[in-house]
């Protein structure tokens, strides 16, 4: 009896959880909220809001992964070869070559501990690398966002690429997906994605899960 009734709230309580997901189709993606926040900020200074394009968006995202997680040559002269784009970071993204238009900026920042979007835009991204100026260029079109933390752990590298390329004509996706290679987040993508936070936080959900179940079958008394 006792189990029974155990096992209905285990369901309901799976049921709320499920529904609860699929409400927030894009919010639980950092790379997603960044892109929100940079289109907020940018509408608020006059600016044009951008588009948010997932091939750009992948293409962020090897970019990070071309600094191999030292954090330390964020800032210096070490910042990929404009080269690597069509070389290295498109192909690996699937994205078509012949789509590719020009990046007409990059902020990327990077930071030993897990931030919110919102503390990676005020922190990371403009108040260290002073990068408002690049962010606020009423020249673009289309932006791609991506965060991605090593081994899905620190430190946590957070980059904005921005194009002005045709929105929907420029860093098209072979097949229409781009291919996914965490660990790492990216933006535009419709997907939800905690890749940045690696799978620890994804067994902490589980460890509280477990806990609520455990609670509530101890209170039943089994
Ligand atoms: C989220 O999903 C709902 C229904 O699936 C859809 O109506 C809504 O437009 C989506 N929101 C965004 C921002 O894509
Ligand atoms: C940018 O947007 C965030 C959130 O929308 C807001 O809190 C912040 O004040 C804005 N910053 C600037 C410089 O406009
Ligand atoms: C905006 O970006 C374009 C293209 O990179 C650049 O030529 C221009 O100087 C930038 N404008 C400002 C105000 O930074
Ligand atoms: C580009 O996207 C916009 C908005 O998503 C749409 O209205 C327009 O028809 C698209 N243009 C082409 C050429 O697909
Ligand atoms: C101080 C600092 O880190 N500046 C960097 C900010 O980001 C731009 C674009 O990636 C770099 O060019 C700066 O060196």
């Known amino acids: 009896m006792a189990t029974s009734?155990?096992?209905?709230?285990?369901?309901?309580?799976?049921?709320?959880?499920?529904a609860a997901h699929g409400e927030k189709n894009v919010t639980n993606n950092p790379a997603d909220q960044l892109v929100a926040i940079i289109n907020s900020n940018r509408t608020a200074n006059k600016a044009s809001s951008l588009g948010n394009n997932p091939g750009l968006a992948c293409i962020a995202l090897q970019y990070i992964k071309a600094y191999q997680g030292n954090?330390?040559?964020?800032?210096?002269?070490?910042?990929?070869?404009?080269?690597?784009?069509?070389?290295?970071?498109?192909?690996?993204?699937?994205?078509?070559?012949?789509?590719?238009?020009?990046?007409?900026?990059?902020?990327?920042?990077?930071?030993?501990?897990?931030?919110?979007?919102?503390?990676?835009?005020?922190?990371?991204?403009?108040?260290?690398?002073?990068?408002?100026?690049?962010?606020?260029?009423?020249?673009?079109?289309?932006?791609?966002a991506a965060v991605s933390g090593s081994d899905g752990g620190g430190p946590y590298f957070w980059c904005l690429l921005f194009s002005n390329g045709k929105s929907n004509s420029s860093f098209l996706l072979e097949g229409g997906t781009a291919k996914i290679t965490s660990p790492g987040c990216f933006s535009g993508a419709n997907d939800d994605c905690s890749g940045a936070y690696g799978w620890s936080q994804n067994l902490n959900i589980l460890f509280i899960f477990a806990g609520v179940f455990a609670v509530i079958c101890y209170t039943i008394g089994i």
Do not use: H
């Open 71 to 144: 954090c330390d040559d964020v800032g210096k002269s070490k910042k990929p070869a404009d080269s690597e784009f069509a070389n290295t970071f498109a192909p690996k993204c699937g994205v078509e070559l012949a789509t590719l238009a020009p990046i007409t900026g990059r902020v990327i920042g990077c930071q030993s501990k897990y931030v919110n979007p919102e503390r990676a835009f005020t922190e990371i991204l403009t108040m260290k690398n002073r990068s408002l100026n690049i962010i606020y260029n009423t020249t673009y079109t289309e932006v791609g």
């Open 5 to 18: 009734l155990c096992l209905t709230i285990l369901c309901i309580l799976f049921v709320i959880s499920s």
